[in-house]
């Protein structure tokens, strides 16, 4: 893209001054950004330091090193980190950051670093290096921010493959395709550890570290968001990072943040202090008290809570359902009444006909199973007993199809089977004639 204000046609100016990355810069890059030292294939050995191979021992040694994940190649006598691999090729390439300050500008530059080599050719066995510039991103002292970049080749599943043949240029963010990564916020994995910060955002709370935010993007926001620049200020990274991911314009509870901050309280799990605090409303506890706001286990109280919350509401909804249930009452004692008094069994056991809406409320949380939370009072084809032992314990719950006239199922606590399932079954089957004739 053209640039299109003086604004643009400056920073394109600016960006074709910078300085070619230096010789040193490189160096670090091949140094650090490749951890895999070597590929173990069968005995043998390749190393992609040197590009020589070599062939085990299988001593002791050698297996309780691979063990370790670690070996030294006896030919450049470097430590290598070992992966199981018979690949014949290798290549890797990461992003590669350099962080700096141009003519008043904060600039990050994103590099794409690849190494790359083979065992089967000889040629080609040492390890060779390329190292590309794929974005800028110029940001100056009021948080702007300018994309200079290569265009992306088309490439499916691949949404930054950079054309470093074509010239780096301004470009703009494309917000349509939100689904996908945004390919100029790019949080690389290794930063030369030299870097060049603009006065301003140090002072506005940066201090070395990126605690999961892109470089370019926290540069952004501690220029233009008071209350990020506030979190970092005072130390609260994860909250900065959580705001920051989840787009808050605001953080919830910015009271008991700055309690949080006035009593020197870092909150190091953002999303659970968050909760938390919603914990503390939902039971009526003051979040501008600081005993409630900076608790000291954190996990524990949340946890407490959370549990206590939930038994609640188990139990608010229990009661709803009771409410909405006694409505059906009258219908089932209509449609299943005449089925009320049928009562058979042995000398262990007595089943009988569930008699009322209240009772298979009872029943189901007794037994800690559905049958009252799926509503089967309301089934018209299914008739509901209960088995109980000679003392009146409950032992399993039945269903029975009116239709067909078969057990649907039977079941003890927590919908499990009992010793007496099979017994159940066929006391219920001896004695079906008495549904049958009642129906
Ligand atoms: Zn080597």
Redesign the pocket.
């Known amino acids: 893209m053209k640039p299109t204000s003086t604004y643009q046609r400056h920073i394109v100016e600016l960006s074709n001054k910078l300085p070619s990355i230096t010789e040193k810069q490189k160096q670090w890059a091949f140094d650090h950004c490749f951890e895999t030292g070597?590929y173990q294939y069968g005995d043998n050995v390749w190393?992609l330091?040197?590009?020589?191979t070599y062939r085990t021992d299988n001593t002791t040694e050698f297996i309780n090193a691979v063990v370790g994940g670690e070996a030294i190649?006896?030919?450049?006598?470097?430590k290598?980190k070992l992966e199981n691999s018979r690949k014949k090729m290798y290549s890797e390439s990461w992003y590669y950051t350099i962080i700096t300050t141009f003519k008043g500008f904060q600039v990050c530059r994103h590099f794409i670093v690849e190494k790359s080599m083979r065992r089967d050719r000889a040629e080609l066995r040492k390890p060779y290096y390329t190292i590309n510039e794929a974005v800028q991103n110029w940001i100056d002292e009021n948080g702007k921010e300018t994309i200079i970049a290569r265009p992306c080749k088309a490439m499916f599943r691949i949404y930054d493959a950079w054309d470093f043949s074509k010239p780096m240029e301004i470009r703009r963010r494309h917000q349509t395709y939100s689904y996908r990564p945004d390919k100029y916020d790019i949080e690389a994995k290794y930063i030369y550890p030299r870097r060049s910060v603009l006065p301003k955002i140090k002072r506005n709370g940066y201090l070395g570290r990126f605690h999961g935010i892109s470089a370019s993007e926290l540069f952004k926001i501690l220029l233009t968001d008071r209350e990020a620049e506030i979190l970092a200020k005072n130390g609260q990274f994860d909250l900065l990072r959580h705001k920051h991911k989840r787009g808050y314009k605001e953080l919830p509870f910015a009271h008991a943040i700055r309690i949080a901050n006035r009593n020197k309280y870092v909150i190091k799990d953002a999303s659970m202090w968050l909760d938390y605090m919603e914990l503390l409303e939902y039971f009526n506890l003051d979040t501008h008290n600081a005993h409630y706001v900076c608790p000291r286990n954190l996990k524990a109280v949340h946890d407490s809570l959370l549990a206590k919350k939930d038994r609640i509401e188990a139990k608010l909804e229990l009661e709803r359902k009771m409410a909405e249930a006694r409505k059906w009452e009258a219908q089932y004692q209509e449609t299943k009444g005449k089925f009320f008094g049928i009562c058979f069994g042995n000398e262990d056991i007595v089943i009988t006909v569930i008699q009322s809406v209240a009772e298979m409320a009872e029943e189901g949380q007794a037994m800690h199973h559905c049958v009252f939370k799926m509503e089967y009072y309301k089934k018209p084809n299914s008739l509901i007993l209960s088995a109980k032992d000679r003392n009146g314990k409950r032992i399993e719950t039945i269903e029975i199809d009116l239709k067909t006239f078969k057990v649907v199922q039977s079941r003890g606590v927590c919908n499990k089977n009992t010793a007496k399932h099979e017994e159940i079954l066929k006391l219920v089957r001896d004695n079906i004639k008495l549904i049958k004739q009642a129906a």
Do not use: A, I, N, V
């Open positions: 070597g190393c330091y040197c590009g020589e190649c006896p030919h450049c006598g470097r290598l």
